[in-house]
């Protein structure tokens, strides 16, 4: 059996076609990598300083709610659980493979170890920009009107 060359060209190309098919699907990240993202990222340890940070205030404003709620409430397992499928949509195995090498270099670890710090201490800027930002906008228009101080008796 001898094969033209058209026949010989179309089978070549329908293997590299193949092959091709073969590469695109990535494998899909494992909820064990992804999970180890989140603790190299520095993710789960924000996540934890953040429920503890909201907690004493949810008490204030929820006293008849049970402790043991409050417990649940900042469990991060299972946040950090039902956000895993996220992470499995948009990053391959080898992906979150080399994120995890990322955030385990001294860089990345810094970076994690930071994260949350930066994150808050960018808002607090923001918030401050935004308050002069009006401060300025309502000087400018007339509506911001500094009192002198008052004297003491």
């Not at 695109?24 to 940070?53: C, H, K, L, P």
């Not at 994150?119 to 401060?135: F, H, P, W």
Request: net charge neutral.
């Amino acid at each position: 059996m001898s094969f033209s060359k058209t026949q010989l060209h179309t089978t070549a190309l329908f293997a590299l076609w193949l092959f091709a098919v073969q590469l695109s699907y990535a494998e899909t990240a494992t909820d064990e990598s992804i999970r180890e993202f989140f603790v190299v990222s520095g993710q789960e340890a924000a996540m934890v300083e953040n429920a503890q940070a909201m907690l004493p205030a949810l008490k204030q404003m929820m006293k008849d709610v049970p402790d043991d709620l409050f417990r649940e409430l900042s469990r991060t397992d299972t946040v950090l659980t039902a956000i895993t499928p996220i992470y499995r949509k948009y990053f391959s195995e080898e992906e979150i493979r080399e994120l995890i090498t990322l955030y385990k270099s001294p860089a990345g670890s810094k970076y994690a170890k930071l994260a949350g710090k930066l994150q808050r201490e960018s808002a607090e800027l923001g918030a401050k920009q935004a308050q002069m930002v009006i401060i300025n906008y309502q000087v400018q228009k007339g509506q911001f009107k500094v009192a002198p101080p008052k004297q003491g008796n």
